[in-house]
């Protein structure tokens, strides 16, 4: 009675059940990261504490209205989704200072010193009828092209790409061109449904 | 020399052993273990997100509720109709819903966290603006101001 073997377990078959579940994990396995463009949406404000808009000058606001049959108004005129981006990076840096698109305010931004900083505002607005598609559409080719400039002006003072940058550099460039996309209050734009 | 050579093949065919298999595929189940995202909730929506180019992944999924908006699949349009709806975790949900929606899922998250969650808007990009920008108001409403339109990656031209 003293000693009874201990018997040993086959091991065999270990490697098939690992595989079964192996081939179950990788059934299920759903390796999609969730992404897309991310926005900060606007405090409530009371009525009474509403800003005055009228001061902001009209030459300031890059005004884009997006009608119910997802046709696109820039400005006063029709334009292409495709064609917004370059009408859009004009607007935000505009190289030649003319005189109908956005002034500047020198402002003192670190590795930059002073430079004159535009102060855009580019203003959205969409109808109820308006397909999420194309206001997705128009809403990322806005982030290109604030995205296109911010890379262009690292590559000129850094050589490198926006993403790239430290955190320093990174911020200073965003000094310059910030991201201004604001959504007007909802109303209904050419007629109700 | 050449008896050196010799020797190793007269033994025939040298038996591979597979003892170490199991640990291999071992390690193989425990990558898919770790870095399995199991599908929490199903879908009564059509949900064809739309495509964007400027995209950013969502960091901290724990911290990322889900809103979905799109026309009912065919097999409940009987009931539901065709006309986009709100899906909040396993339900259809009025507009009305959000506002308890987001509170419960804020009161389920460590206090320090909450400045950090973010809302996902899964949109059918056929839906109409009108139903996406009722759920804005009530997001701002209730101060849920981090969104995320998720779209899927666009192949750059």
């Known amino acids: ?193 | 020399m050449a008896s050196k050579f010799r020797k190793k093949k007269s033994g025939g065919a040298q038996q591979l052993s597979t003892a170490s298999l199991p640990d291999i595929v071992f390690m193989l189940l425990f990558f898919f273990m770790v870095t399995t995202v199991m599908r929490e909730t199903e879908l009564f929506i059509k949900n064809k997100l739309p495509e964007a180019t400027e995209i950013k992944k969502l960091e901290k999924k724990s911290l990322v509720s889900y809103i979905y908006v799109g026309p009912p699949l065919k097999k409940y349009q009987g009931t539901f109709g065709t006309e986009p709806k709100i899906q909040l975790n396993d339900q259809f949900s009025k507009l009305s819903d959000i506002k308890d929606f987001i509170i419960a899922e804020r009161d389920a998250k460590d206090e320090a966290e909450v400045p950090f969650m973010t809302t996902s808007l899964k949109v059918d990009e056929t839906t109409k603006m009108g139903i996406v920008t009722d759920i804005k108001q009530e997001l701002r409403k209730v101060s849920a101001l981090k969104i995320n339109y998720s779209s899927k990656a666009k192949v750059k031209k």
């Not at chain 1, 009209?58 to 029709?78: C, K, M």
């Open chain 1, 1 to 193: 009675m003293g000693k009874r073997e201990v018997p040993e377990i086959n091991a065999g078959s270990m490697a098939d059940i690992a595989f079964l579940l192996l081939i179950f994990f990788l059934v299920t396995t759903t390796m999609d990261v969730d992404s897309g463009l991310s926005r900060m949406l606007p405090p409530i404000v009371p009525p009474e504490q509403q800003k005055d808009d009228s001061k902001i000058k009209e030459r300031n606001i890059f005004v884009v209205l997006v009608n119910r049959d997802n046709r696109l108004l820039v400005e006063g005129e029709p334009m292409k989704v495709k064609q917004l981006r370059k009408k859009a990076k004009e607007f935000i840096a505009n190289p030649k200072n003319d005189e109908d698109l956005p002034e500047k305010k020198a402002t003192e931004i670190p590795f930059f010193g002073t430079y004159p900083v535009s102060k855009q505002i580019i203003s959205l607005q969409n109808d109820r009828g308006t397909a999420y598609g194309t206001y997705i559409a128009v809403q990322n080719e806005l982030v290109a092209a604030y995205n296109e400039l911010r890379d262009e002006l690292a590559m000129q003072k850094f050589g490198k790409k926006f993403d790239d940058l430290n955190k320093e550099q990174a911020n200073a460039i965003k000094d310059i061109y910030p991201q201004r996309i604001s959504e007007a209050e909802p109303k209904n734009i050419g007629g109700n449904q």
